[in-house]
């Protein structure tokens, strides 16, 4: 075996080991952005279902219930949501928004002796049609 057959195996032998990382990175990063948007959709159908169970009414403070936030943390820090639309990544956030003043509000209604829920049929409304809307557009994707 020659140098400059050695120098060409060693070259090969690093070529296809860049090329099997790089495959293997995106193959990867292709999974985890699928199960980001899976976790955030399923998240949405949830937080859909829960408005349209409070907008329909509650008689008691204590059925209220915070909706959930945490797959739209873990998809925005991760940067999963650059890749969304901007109409999408709009709504998603005053949506979210949205729920984050529902979930103090409604940490603020079960504490206080005589509850007092000025906006809140409003806010839910409207949280329920953008969770709609992302729920159609999510089904687009």
């Known amino acids: 075996m020659s140098f400059v057959d050695g120098f ?13 990382a790089v495959v293997n990175d995106h193959i990867r990063a292709s999974r985890q952005r699928k199960k980001f948007l899976s976790a955030l959709h399923s998240e949405i159908r949830s937080n859909a279902l829960l408005a349209k169970r409070l907008v329909t009414g ?18 925005l820090s991760s940067g999963v949501l650059l890749e969304l639309s901007d109409q999408m990544v ?12 529902h979930n103090k509000q409604t940490m603020a209604l079960q ?16 949280i329920l049609q953008d969770l709609d809307f992302l729920l159609d557009e999510f089904s687009k994707l």
């Open 8 to 20: 060409i195996s060693v070259l090969a032998t690093i070529a296809g080991s860049v090329a099997i």
């Open 58 to 75: 509650y008689e008691t403070v204590f059925e209220l219930l915070p909706f959930q936030r945490n797959s739209y943390r873990n998809a």
């Open 90 to 101: 709009l709504r998603l956030e005053r949506v979210y928004q949205l729920i984050g003043m």
């Open 111 to 126: 504490a206080e002796f005589i509850p007092r829920n000025r906006g809140y049929g409003e806010r839910l409304e409207r």
